[in-house]
C-alpha cells in the first residue's frame, strides 16, 4: 500500500516524521510520495526521500498558490533537483481559481513553464485543480501535458470529465471519500476504473473520519483504501495491490 500524495514536509509534521514513518510502515504503507509545494519544500522533500529511501520519494514543483514566487532561479533550482535520486515527478503544479492566491496570469504562466520543465527532464507532473479544470485542460492541450502522465491530486472533476483524464492520468482518491457528504467524490472514484485510480493522504490535510479534522498522516491512507473497497464491492487487499502497482507505472523512477 503506497500514499501516493503526502506532506511530510509541511512544518508541522516535519519534527515528527520519525514516528509518521514508523507509524505508516506499522499500518502496511510501504512506501510515501512526498510533495513540493515551493523550492524550500521541494528541497525538503528531496531531503526525506534520501534520508528514507526506498520508502519515501520526492516530487519537485510550485503550487499555484505559490505561483507568484517562481523566477528563473526558482526554476533553475527544480532543474537541479529533478537529477536527484529518488526524484519521480514534477508536481504538484496547475491551476487553482478558489483561493487566487496569486493572480490567474500569474498561475498560467508558472504552470506553462512547469510542464516545459516536466517535458525537459522527463518527469511525470502531478496536476493540483480546483475551480479551473477548463482551463487546466486547454494548457495541457496546447503544451501537449497530457503526454508527461502522472496524477491528478485529490481529483474533484465531474466523473464524465473525470474518466476522460484518466486515460493520460491517475487519478487520486483521497481521505474525503469517506466524509458523510462527498458524494460527488464518491460518484468519480465509482466511475474511474481500479486500474487508473491512486490513494494519497494529502497529510497534514483532509483527515479521513474518523480522525478528520485533526492533522492527517500517511498510516491513515488504509482508511481511504477500506472506503474505495466498499465503493468497488472488491477486497481491501485487492485496492492495496491495484492501487501500489499503479503508483508505479505513475512514476517509473519509483521502481
Known amino acids: 500500500m503506497i500514499d501516493a500524495h503526502c506532506h511530510l514536509n509541511d512544518p508541522d509534521l516535519l519534527p515528527h516524521v520519525d514516528e509518521l514513518v514508523a507509524r505508516m510502515r506499522q499500518a502496511g504503507v510501504t512506501g510515501a510520495l512526498v510533495v513540493g509545494c515551493d523550492v524550500p519544500s521541494s528541497h525538503a522533500a528531496v531531503a526525506l526521500a534520501h534520508r528514507f529511501p526506498g520508502v519515501l520519494f520526492a516530487a519537485i514543483g510550485v ?3 505559490e505561483s507568484k514566487d517562481l523566477d528563473d532561479a526558482g526554476l533553475n533550482a527544480l532543474r537541479e533537483m529533478a537529477a536527484q535520486p529518488g526524484v519521480v515527478a514534477l508536481g504538484e503544479i496547475g491551476l487553482d481559481f478558489h483561493y487566487d492566491h496569486s493572480p490567474r496570469d500569474v498561475q498560467r504562466a508558472a504552470f506553462r513553464q512547469q510542464l516545459a520543465l516536466a517535458a525537459e527532464v522527463q518527469l511525470p507532473i502531478i496536476i493540483h485543480e480546483r475551480a479551473a479544470a477548463a482551463e487546466v485542460t486547454a494548457i495541457l492541450d ?8 502522472g496524477a491528478w491530486h485529490c481529483c474533484s472533476v465531474a466523473p464524465e470529465l473525470a474518466v476522460e483524464i484518466a486515460r493520460a492520468f491517475y487519478i487520486g482518491i ?4 469517506t466524509f458523510p457528504k462527498a458524494d460527488n467524490i ?4 465509482r466511475a474511474v476504473p481500479m486500474e487508473r485510480l491512486l490513494i494519497e493522504t494529502d497529510s497534514p490535510y483532509l483527515a479521513p473520519v474518523p480522525f478528520r479534522g485533526k492533522p492527517n498522516e500517511p498510516a491513515h491512507v488504509r482508511l481511504t483504501a477500506q472506503a474505495l473497497a466498499t465503493l468497488k464491492g472488491i477486497s481491501v487487499e485487492s485496492v492495496e495491490s491495484i492501487t501500489a502497482d499503479n ?3 505513475a512514476f517509473p523512477r519509483w521502481g
Open 63 to 65: 503550487h499555484p498558490h
Open 247 to 249: 503508483t508505479l507505472r
Open 186 to 189: 464518491r460518484a468519480l472514484a
Open 142 to 149: 496546447a503544451a501537449d501535458g497530457w503526454a508527461r502522465g
Open 174 to 177: 483521497a481521505g474525503w471519500i
